[in-house]
Nanobody, 119 residues
Framework: QVQLVESGGGLVQPGGSLRLSCAAS????????MDWHRQAPGQPRDLVAA???????KYADSVKGRFTISRDNARNTLYLQMNSLKPEDTAVYYC?????????????WGQGTQVTVSS
């Protein structure tokens, strides 16, 4: 099955930056639409940024202008560059991939990585 392995989370001060990576295995990465979700304690899991297999991107209003999603199909890797981080960005960040077929859409999730923004 498809496996998504995340890295890059950690503790950073407000205004700082982090880059999350998500390495995919067991699939043809270039055929998948990919995105990042995040979930803060007591909150629902929300979409942060998305990128199609064609390279089109979308962002949640709360992160637009600060976060950048990208993909390197040659390395089977998804990235989330996070700049100007705020305490409200603190959450567990999840890598997610989906592949549409003629019979339905298949979903895959990473294990999540903690991002903490605090002084």
């Amino acid at each position: 099955q498809v496996q998504l392995v995340e890295s890059g989370g950690g503790l950073v001060q407000p205004g700082g930056s982090l880059r999350l990576s998500c390495a995919a295995s067991g699939s043809i990465f270039s055929t998948y639409a990919m995105d990042w979700h995040r979930q803060a304690p007591g909150q629902p899991r929300d979409l942060v940024a998305a990128i199609t297999n064609g390279g089109s991107t979308k962002y949640a209003d709360s992160v637009k202008g600060r976060f950048t999603i990208s993909r390197d199909n040659a390395r089977n890797t998804l990235y989330l560059q996070m700049n100007s981080l705020k305490p409200e960005d603190t959450a567990v960040y999840y890598c997610h991939g989906e592949r549409a077929t003629t019979l339905g859409i298949y979903h895959y999730w990473g294990q999540g990585t903690q991002v903490t923004v605090s002084s």
